[in-house]
């Protein structure tokens, strides 16, 4: 992780961005600069405000108990 502020995400470029694996929706998380699948359990990092909607790039969600 770097020390810059992250860069905003276009909130139109959020309302077209489906799952690539369940072409579901997701959800942003600003804070983490990922956006979530919630089916999948799958979140998307965001890197210099570009979305990296590649499955093998995703981090795997685990559940908590």
């Not at 909130?11 to 369940?22: D, M, Q, S």
């Not at 979530?36 to 979305?51: C, H, N, Q, V, W």
């Amino acid at each position: 992780m770097t020390d810059r502020p992250p860069v905003p995400v276009d909130p139109k470029l959020l309302e077209i961005l489906v799952c690539p694996l369940t072409k579901g929706p997701l959800r942003y998380d600003a804070e983490r600069q990922e956006l979530i699948s919630d089916k999948a359990g799958l979140a998307y990092p965001i890197r210099d405000g570009i979305p990296i909607m590649l499955v093998d790039e995703a981090r795997q969600i685990v559940d908590k108990p």
